[in-house]
């Protein structure tokens, strides 16, 4: 069977689509008895030309070329952001294409029109490459835990904060010197604060949300914390506690409740998670009855990206259906209520009774602490002492915080990080 | 969508697919629009009848009357070893009826002959059960890599196994210590055989074999060690060297040919593989576009099984396309000619000039060493001697084994156990 394939957008992941859909033609044709042809490729930098030209394909910089296309079956988006390509994949639903895209800021702030657009028009939206790049996560997940309910999700979601806490912690360096590392390698943006805020984090949570409860929460209501006011001094704490610092995306549902949050997070050593190094991207997944999952690859990059993009063009293609995604009765935890454990670290003047004024505030917000570790090593006068707390509401931590960042004694600010036990 | 079931075998996991499909069915007709109805279940022990009692489904004895039902669309076959499993499997393709099976003894001797069946009567046979229990690693693989090229696989396979090995290394206990502690937690056959001789990991990486590259291998034909042989002294040498044992499946695709093998592996305490613990099951691919890629979770048990039964019924019963996997053509390298990096142990008496006769020995086959550790630690009269080689044949390093071991300083046998580099 002949598909043809229009490509809209020529960056990284674009090119290597080409690249693969080329080198690999033969293989997929043998496996899925599909002839796939990609009939026009498109930018909007006349630039990229030359792209088309290696691989002898029809270029044009104007997108409506393809949608318009009656002998294009499927329109590949890989231009990123919100618009062009918000239009461009609903104009190509409008004329009854089917879309492959690997958008994740924009099916995060738009994916709820977008999917309800698709299912009016009876075509598939394949969104495989938008969250953890070569894993075929959503295939897997979706089609594999079809009959699967699935409790708690734990995701090291962006490569760029993974190699910088990595980074951190292998060579002993602070965040600002991880990350100017990291960007001389290109696996950070000059602006990184997409990644490094953790809201890229956020938006693939949120695609993870609608594929497992059907819904698309409000970005806004998510916790979300990065990873710039992680010290290399917590990193080795966390280190000589056995535990790892990782930047997860955290879902939780209860029985008629959904947790989604985006934080650093203390994963213990003897976690499979916490040994996830370098760019990789890896989620765990807690699932009745198929129990505890861990799917681990590459988060990012042209040539791991064309992987699933050409996972989903097959699997279209192919008439396989898709799934269906019907909204939970659930309602988001405010964030106040969420109950986690805590390391806790603060700078205290060493002078007797600081340990029994920090001890007492956090009493008397029922916080209770499993153990303590009041450092000898200095930082001028000040002494770090480090805490892990019992489960506690965040908002009695957040109260107790700011009191102990009250008292003269303590040098601010005082640093939390949540911890999960997976 | 209709689609009437029928299940062949009560046993752990067909009691378990009972138990999902009854508890799910609103979660899975909602996500496929499918209502997936057990039409009657079959069990040669009359026994089983309770648990189609328990759910008011109707019981036979007869597999026949599963087989020949016009109504029954998929078979599920779960009694497990070749026959009854193979004809029933067979008059059922002949009958016209998709299976799903969990049968991975089954398909490694048989698999040839029961796809080519299924192939000619435009049936499916969904085997998404028979490697790792509730990972969905089969869909994953070979629809989410469908443009892909799988280049290396290494795979803990055997959930048994790799509990003994986790007991070894957590209790400092021997080998036979540790397999009594398994098979009292239900976790090891009373016959292990299958498990610790390394044959059902044999079997799996049979169907992966297929799965991958399209044919399937002579299982004589392939290099195959169990578990037993391997001493606490390995273990804790291992992990002074930052390594941990591993009973690997392993394939590498060369440009014609194949190599396959199955046996314990020292592998680097930095790859995530070797934090794979407890009973669990993971797979490490090298891939090409889509780089390195983890799937790790439970291998085992009926209620993880049953999610993986449901995933291929649904894929089935949706109408879905099966994967056509055409015989590459590579042949089986010699295991002669394999190349790998070995842990040595020899334990040798305490007399000066054995470590100048073990290494002349060893540099008369050409087997370099890259590092050497002789302890103090004494087994009577006796000291362990372990090194580390660089990458040998297997051929050189058998022939200086046996020279090794035929000297009159070296207590028999000496250890010798692979390493890869992940």
Redo the contacts between chains.
């Keep these: 069977m002949n598909k043809n394939i229009g490509i809209i957008g020529l960056g990284n992941v674009g090119e ?1 689509v080409v690249e ?2 080329n ?2 033609s033969a ?2 044709s ?4 599909l002839e796939l042809k990609i009939k026009k490729v498109c930018d909007i930098s006349r630039g990229k030309k030359v792209i088309a030209d290696k691989f002898r394909l029809p270029f044009t910089c104007d997108p409506y070329e393809i949608i318009d296309d009656p002998q294009i079956d499927i329109i590949v988006e890989l231009i990123g952001g919100i618009e062009p390509a918000r239009t461009i994949i609903l104009k190509a639903l409008d004329r009854r294409k089917n879309v492959v895209t690997a958008n994740k800021a924009l099916l995060a702030t738009s994916g709820k029109h977008i999917f309800s657009v698709a299912q009016k028009r009876k075509r598939r939206v394949g969104f ?1 490459a938008s969250v953890c790049g ?3 996560l959503i ?11 699935v409790s708690k999700i734990y995701g090291i979601l962006n490569g760029t904060t993974n190699y910088i806490l990595y980074k951190m912690r292998q060579e002993n360096i602070d965040f600002s010197c991880a990350l100017k590392e990291v960007q001389e390698r290109g696996l950070a943006e000059k602006k990184p604060d997409l990644d490094i805020k953790g809201i890229d984090t956020l938006h693939k949570l949120c695609i993870l949300t609608y594929l497992y409860y059907g819904l698309w929460p409000d970005l806004k209501a998510i916790h979300t914390e990065g990873i710039s006011k992680i010290s290399l001094l917590d990193i080795q704490y966390a280190q000589e506690l056995e535990y790892r610092i990782k930047l997860l995306a955290i879902a939780k549902k209860g029985k008629s409740s959904l947790e989604l949050r985006v934080h650093p997070t203390l994963v213990s050593v ?3 998670l916490s ?3 370098l760019n ?1 991207n ?1 989620v765990y997944y807690h ?12 988060g990012a ?1 042209g ?2 990206t ?3 993009i ?2 989903d063009i ?2 279209i293609a ?4 898709g ?4 909204a939970e009765k659930v309602r988001l935890k405010d964030f106040k209520n969420v109950e986690t454990r805590f390391y806790i670290r603060c700078l205290a003047l060493d002078s007797p009774g600081v340990l029994a004024e920090v001890s007492k505030i956090l009493a008397s917000y029922d916080i209770s602490i499993a153990s303590v570790n009041q450092k000898e090593r200095k930082e001028g006068k000040f002494v770090p002492i480090v805490m892990l707390s019992h489960k506690v509401k965040e908002d009695n931590m957040e109260k107790a915080l700011k009191k102990i960042d009250s008292l003269k004694v303590i040098k601010r600010p005082s640093q939390i990080i949540r911890i999960e036990d997976l």
Tied chains: 1, 2.
Excluded: D
């Design positions: 290597a693969s859909l080198r690999y293989l997929i043998r496996r899925s008895s495989e070569a894993i075929p295939k897997s997940t979706s089609e594999g835990l079809v009959g699967c309910e003897e976690h499979p040994h996830v190094s990789y890896a699932t009745q009855p198929a129990g505890e999952l861990l799917f681990f690859g590459e990059g040539k791991p064309s992987a699933s050409i996972s097959v699997s192919s008439g396989n259906k799934f269906v995604r019907n």
